[in-house]
């Protein structure tokens, strides 16, 4: 199992990005897919997730800025990220759940920094 994450990059305040994270050796669609993200000294904390049926849930801190997205072809979930805040900096991950609870996979991080 594989989820590779990228999109990230240095931005200034108001700006935008998209995340991407494709995975592999899992049956895309039986995942709910999540991104995490990691401010520097900081704890991981849960930005956003969205079912295999399209079902989506933010974070208070990103709602009305970020949206989650997927593309189950294309094995892939998306975060679009608007309006980006220095708070905003941070390596975001994203993790795979299965269904049943039961398996977790992350991907590897991908660094968003936002100067102010």
């Known amino acids: 199992v594989q989820l590779q994450a990228s999109g990230g990059g240095l931005v200034q305040a108001g700006e935008s990005l998209r995340l991407s994270c494709r995975g592999s050796g899992i049956v895309f669609g039986l995942y709910t897919m999540n991104w995490y993200r990691q401010p520097p000294g900081n704890q991981r904390e849960w930005v956003a997730g969205?079912?295999?049926?399209?079902?989506?849930n933010y974070a208070d801190s990103v709602k009305g800025r970020f949206t989650i997205s997927r593309d189950n072809a294309k094995n892939t979930v998306y975060l679009q990220m608007n309006v980006l805040k220095p708070e905003d900096t941070a390596v975001y991950f994203c993790k795979a759940i299965s269904v049943t609870g039961l398996y977790d996979y992350w991907g590897q991080g991908t660094l968003v920094t936002v100067s102010s």
């Open positions: 969205i079912t295999g049926g399209g079902m989506t």
